[in-house]
């Protein structure tokens, strides 16, 4: 994508990622969606400027 100067790339998303929930247990279940919220912000920062898209789209299910 970088190379030919355009591309998109989404990662979907729940709302946990933005707000955070624990399990009754104690176990993180949030975690890994934080990390790909900062994962579209690292490449959003990397690659816009190369005319690659990079969106973190939130579902609510």
Avoid: D, W
């Avoid at 690292?42 to 400027?49: A, G, K």
Wanted: proline share 3%; aromatic share 10%; net charge positive.
């Amino acid at each position: 994508m970088r190379e030919k100067g355009k591309g998109s790339f989404l990662i979907s998303n729940n709302p946990f990622s933005l707000r955070g929930k624990k399990r009754e247990e104690g176990q993180s279940f949030y975690y890994p969606r934080v990390m790909m919220r900062t994962l579209s912000q690292v490449l959003t920062e990397e690659y816009s400027e190369h005319g690659v898209h990079v969106a973190n789209v939130i579902i609510e299910a």
